[in-house]
């Protein structure tokens, strides 16, 4: 069994009592980052072992862990923080695990994007998940594909580049347009800025930018 367990993206409370059952379990933790879930695991004393699995192993790794898999072994795969597949590594192992005819699941849990999401104020029965925008080459292509998207949109981002994100949604979606900028959730220095772009860019502009951010941009009104 291949189980993709979704960790706290901030505070330890929110990993599921399973999700900790899991972990206990399983023979071996594929861990984005084995220090990072390493102090994880030390706050819940939870000892099993750990091989690192991230973007730059995947592709190199994933035949050994199906042949784990294949001999019996239970493997839960953990990020840095949230569900993985989501932004994170976790979906190449999960495809060939289940072409492989093995046994794959998921468990609910953490994931900064619905938190966001429900917060923002802005429609959430109807939406789409845009991640991290490409960071130079296809970057602006991916932005004006979505012009005409009337679903509210959901970005991922990093601190340093947050005010030339919203710089580009502003000439891409227009100034107007709404949007709920959404840091740190689940930590100490949780804020969320709504408003519009151009008064988000003021914030941010004003206010360097820390932390994780989740940006949620409103569609466009038909």
Known sequence: MLYLVPTPVGNLEDITMRALRVLREADL???EDTRTSGLLLKHFDIRRPMMSYHKFNEHQTVDHIVELLRGGQTIAVVSDAGTPGISDPGFLVAREAIRAG???TCLPG???MVPALVMSGLPCDRFCFEGFLPQKKGRQTRLNALTGETRTMVFYESPHRVVKALQQFIEVFG????????REISKVYEETVRGTLA???AHFTEHEPRGEFVIVVAGRED
């Open 102 to 104: 093995l046994e794959v």
């Open 29 to 31: 933790i594929l861990a």
């Open 199 to 201: 008064e988000a860019l």
């Open 175 to 182: 100034a107007e347009r709404r949007v709920a900028v959404v």
């Open 110 to 112: 953490a994931t900064a």
